[in-house]
T-cell receptor, first 113, second 113 residues
């Protein structure tokens, strides 16, 4: 069974802290994505990566960075967490160029106090 | 302004009846459409897709209808089962690349026994 694993289900951080959200997939997928989900707004793309060490900005990259040193792992970094980054963060992966079908992790609910 | 809208935040249906979830979009360039289903504490899972060359796609109890002139699609679930209770997200894109899909805010479906 395919699997996208996010390291934490719940995370509570303080304003100004550096936060790492980790995501690992076991499907040998080329593409990986980070979304945030907020009530009434659906899923919004933060960053995606189509290969190791490659990254592209999504719709809302401000305040975030990413790292993909290995094919299976895609990290989302909040350099200095702020309260408006309190959200549900979802990692996803997909295979190939026409990659409509995304496989999602179960999400990390981040609260920034 | 949201490009993909799901104007019903929630929907309740009796078991065995039809569930109809609606989705409207504003971008006439959108040609690919997906539905994802999300259970609590789990990531979204791909349900069904349709492209603009078709106006209907069926998969078991799930049928998606596309009315491109009205910029409207709908997901029909017949018959509805309690296990269908979940949040359903509609997503749309001008191409078939995962990073370009725009998600709606979701509709929470409750199927009552």
């Amino acid at each position: 069974d395919v699997k996208v694993t996010q390291s934490s289900r719940y995370l509570v951080k303080r304003t100004g802290e550096k936060v790492f959200l980790e995501c690992v997939q076991d499907m040998d997928h080329e593409n990986m994505f980070w979304y945030r989900q907020d009530p009434g707004l659906g899923l919004r793309l933060i960053y995606f990566s189509y290969d190791v060490k490659m990254k592209e900005k999504g719709d809302i990259p401000e305040g975030y960075s990413v790292s993909r040193e290995k094919k299976e792992r895609f990290s989302l970094i909040l350099e200095s967490a702020s309260t408006n980054q309190t959200s549900m963060y979802l990692c996803a992966s997909s295979q190939g160029t026409t990659n409509e079908k995304l496989f999602f992790g179960s999400g990390t609910q981040l609260s920034v106090l | 302004d949201q490009q993909v809208k799901q104007n019903s935040p929630s929907l309740s249906v009796q078991e065995g009846r039809i569930s109809i979830l609606n989705c409207d979009y504003t971008n006439s360039m959108f040609d690919y459409f997906l539905w994802y289903k999300k259970y609590p504490a789990e990531g979204p899972t791909f349900l069904i897709s349709i492209s603009s060359i078709k106006d209907k796609n069926e998969d078991g109890r799930f049928t998606v209808f596309l009315n491109k002139s009205a910029k409207h699609l709908s997901l029909h679930i017949v018959p509805s089962q309690p296990g269908d209770s979940a949040v359903y997200f509609c997503a749309a894109s001008a191409n078939n690349y995962g990073q370009n899909f725009v998600f709606g805010p979701g509709t929470r479906l409750s199927v009552l026994p």
